[in-house]
């Protein structure tokens, strides 16, 4: 950990004018989480693999608020066992409101982008962002948060906007349209045969996500034929998926 800045004002009587510090860190998170536990053992952090990489610039100035802006990177990020991957941020802090203009994340199950990501601090704390799926499969992402392997292959791109509360309860919601460059259903069990083998699709629906579960429902075209498909997804007992 590395800072260096400046203060302008009354030093002695803790009366500044101004505030303009810098610090930059490299972070084993591990090393993190030993350290907090050890502080603030009543308050423990999930347990956190992997290593970040910050640069936090804080300025105030006379009686204005003060604005923070940060950009970080992370690198096989784990948090409690789920992935997060390769994560790059900047943004900033002000009035209780995080801004992102832009970020990325990549994970075993593909690329993400998001624009516009804005978090809104307080006691219940609301998020909002556009997501962009470059290429994501859907298999590995349930593998990666733990929820284990379903008998689906179904790599997708497309846009989803997202709003919803992270705290106090999380629960987000977002709407939008994919690209599926195939679909592929089979069954469990020892035959493990091919329900559905289906070409490009088209995806138009709606994700709904809690701390219990995940829930879809969406209609699908292919060429001139359309479907539809729900599902749920819970992450501890398994999953209900219906074409």
């Known amino acids: 950990l590395a800072a260096n800045g400046s203060l302008t004002g009354n030093v002695e009587n803790l009366k500044l004018d101004t505030i303009d510090v810098r610090a930059r860190s490299d972070l084993l998170l591990p090393e993190v989480n030993q350290l907090a536990n050890q502080f603030f053992p009543e308050k423990p952090l999930p347990k956190l693999q992997g290593s970040l990489i910050s640069e936090i610039q804080y300025r105030k100035k006379e009686e204005n608020p003060p604005q923070v802006t940060f950009v970080a990177q992370s690198k096989n990020l784990y948090i409690d066992g789920y992935e997060a991957g390769h994560i790059k941020v900047a943004g900033k802090f002000e009035n209780n409101i995080i801004t992102i203009p832009k970020g990325s994340t990549l994970t075993s199950a593909g690329k993400v982008s998001f624009a516009d990501l804005q978090v809104h601090l307080g006691e219940t704390t609301k998020l909002a962002t556009h997501l962009t799926i470059d290429k994501l499969e859907v ?58 083998e289906l070409g490009s699709t088209h995806i138009d629906g709606q994700i709904d996500i809690n701390a219990q579960q995940v829930t879809y429902q969406a209609n699908i075209k292919i060429n001139d034929s359309t479907g539809t498909s729900k599902g749920t997804i819970k992450y501890k007992s398994g999953f209900d998926i219906t074409f």
């Open 139 to 196: 298999n590995k992402l349930l593998q990666s948060i733990k929820v284990g392997s379903i008998p689906v292959h179904l790599p997708i791109a497309g846009e989803l906007p997202c709003t919803g509360e992270i705290t106090p309860h999380i629960k987000l919601t977002c709407k939008g349209n994919l690209q599926a460059q195939s679909l592929s259903v089979w069954s469990e069990g020892k035959d493990n045969k091919n329900i559905i």
